[in-house]
T-cell receptor, first 112, second 115 residues
Framework: EDQVTQSPEALRLQEGESSSLNCSYT??????LFWYRQDPGKGPEFLFT???AGEEKEKERLKATLTKKESFLHITAPKPEDSATYLC?????????????FGTGTRLTVIP | EADIYQTPRYLVIGTGKKITLECSQT?????MYWYQQDPGMELHLIHY???????EKGDLSSESTVSRIRTEHFPLTLESARPSHTSQYLC??????????????FGPGTRLLVL
């Protein structure tokens, strides 16, 4: 069964304290893995797409990496404005609109 | 940067009322989606469309209906709202790319409360 698991559910960091969020997935075949940021009461904001194991993408303090079983979102020296829920989604190889699976997210709080 | 809009942003309505949630995108994307999201839960696909006059139900059973008469417009309608419909509704769109790879861009969402 295709599924996506994110950990931890919640993470509190001091400003400047680097850490990583995990997204583990099981799909019959991976077409792409997506990271989104979601602020309370708003829609998810696209961050990165990763397509193959070994691929890395960076944007400001965020860096996403991908292996055959999981993806990490590394946050370097976070700031309070990085506080949000980070969602991971996996697109499976099978065709059709039902081939995108979302995790429940990691709620990140960065304390000044 | 994605240009996808949803109205209203917030809606409080009584049981039995008919409501329409609006979604528009200005990017010319062929594929559009409606998701339902409850606090702390994953997004669930309720409807999708691959283009004009194409609509399908997603994996989450929903009493809502959708239409796609124009590429840019994908409204969702609830004929008779119930408290169980209380949720956040998210609209998304994506272009059709070679290889089936697609990135979904989301609107700001509509938070619905049915009393």
């Amino acid at each position: 069964e295709d599924q996506v698991t994110q950990s931890p559910e919640a993470l509190r960091l001091q400003e400047g304290e680097s850490s990583s969020l995990n997204c583990s997935y099981t799909v019959s075949g991976l077409r792409g893995l997506f990271w989104y940021r979601q602020d309370p009461g708003k829609g998810p904001e696209f961050l990165f797409t990763l397509y193959s194991a070994g691929e890395e993408k960076e944007k400001e303090r965020l860096k996403a990496t991908l292996t055959k079983k999981e993806s990490f979102l590394h946050i370097t020296a976070p700031k309070p404005e990085d506080s949000a829920t980070y969602l991971c989604a996996v697109q499976a190889l099978e065709t059709g609109a039902n081939n995108l699976f979302f995790g429940t997210g990691t709620r990140l709080t960065v304390i000044p | 940067e994605a240009d996808i809009y949803q109205t209203p942003r917030y809606l409080v309505i009584g049981t039995g009322k008919k409501i329409t949630l609006e979604c528009s995108q200005t990017m010319g994307h062929d594929k559009m989606y409606w998701y339902q999201q409850d606090p702390g839960m994953e997004l669930h696909l309720i409807h999708y469309s691959y283009g004009v006059n194409s609509t399908e139900k997603g994996d989450l059973s929903s009493e809502s209906t959708v239409s796609r008469i124009r590429t840019e417009h994908f409204p969702l309608t609830l004929e008779s709202a119930r408290p169980s419909h209380t949720s956040q509704y998210l609209c998304a769109s994506t272009p059709i790319l070679a290889g089936g790879r697609e990135t979904q861009y989301f609107g700001p969402g509509t938070r619905l409360l049915v009393l």
